[in-house]
């Protein structure tokens, strides 16, 4: 518990057995339940996760959304909701910097904006696309993101109001664009960003990864555009297209 405030910690994981074990333990005493998805591992990632003192769930669905909802499934009652990579690449001793605005300020959405990253830790794709993705997000919603990083922490009130549903690779950039349509109270706090430790990743790690990866987020994107409630943004794009002819 954080300052009254119950906390569970949603984990995706596949084959991650490398660096699982080290992600649960380096999570803070006071996050409440720490869950270990596992997205249908082939290695010992579950029985790290589980030896560390995780809760592991199996989602046989792969995709991150999909192991992120199970995830949430398995822990209905906590009032912050932190999720984290298991490839070590965020640190979860840094939890509270996300956390804590939510618990004492009543800001809804917190995500770690990796202003510092390890050389290599992010591949010119990823940097592409997050740039892309944000200006695109800035353009359509008037809002001011840097980054699409994966630790990011919410409150269980606003996430219900979220309504989220992509089951792969557009779930951080759903959260995002929702956030900002419902009008939450979002902030980012820079986090320290590094290389993975082992393995490689499943969706920046090959070419065709980061084109489908790529592609999700900006279907997502255009498909929140042209959502009912957000018709509006294209004629407040118009509208400052025309002013500024």
């Not at 939510?102 to 959405?109: P, R, S, T």
């Not at 992010?122 to 695109?136: E, I, Y």
């Not at 090959?206 to 999700?216: D, E, M, N, P, Q």
Request: with cysteine.
């Amino acid at each position: 518990m954080r300052n009254g405030r119950t906390v569970a910690v949603i984990i995706p994981a596949l084959n991650e057995a490398a660096t699982i074990g080290d992600v649960v333990l380096r999570t803070p005493s006071w996050a409440d339940r720490i869950v270990v998805v596992d997205n249908g591992s082939e290695d010992q990632t579950v029985a790290r996760a589980r030896d560390a003192g995780a809760n592991v769930v199996t989602e046989n669905r792969r995709g991150y959304g999909a192991a992120c909802l199970r995830g949430l499934a398995s822990a209905p009652d906590a009032d912050i909701y932190v999720f984290i990579d298991a490839d070590l690449s965020d640190d979860p001793g840094r939890m509270a910097d996300l956390v804590d605005p939510i618990a004492d300020e009543g800001v809804d959405f917190v995500i770690g904006a990796r202003s510092s990253a390890e050389p290599g830790a992010l591949t010119f794709a990823q940097r592409f696309g997050n740039w892309l993705a944000c200006c695109l997000m800035s353009a359509f919603w008037r809002c001011s993101f840097t980054d699409l990083g994966p630790f990011r922490a919410i409150s269980a009130s606003a996430l219900r109001r979220l309504d989220m549903r992509d089951r792969t690779w557009g779930w951080t950039v759903e959260m995002q664009v929702k956030a900002v349509r419902h009008r939450l109270v979002t902030r980012e706090v820079p986090v320290a960003y590094r290389r993975r430790a082992a393995g490689r990743s499943k969706i920046s790690g090959t070419i065709l990864g980061s084109v489908r990866a790529g592609s999700k987020i900006l279907f997502v994107i255009l498909s929140q555009v042209f959502a009912p409630q957000s018709r509006s943004c294209l004629g407040g794009i118009a509208s400052r297209f025309r002013q500024g002819r």
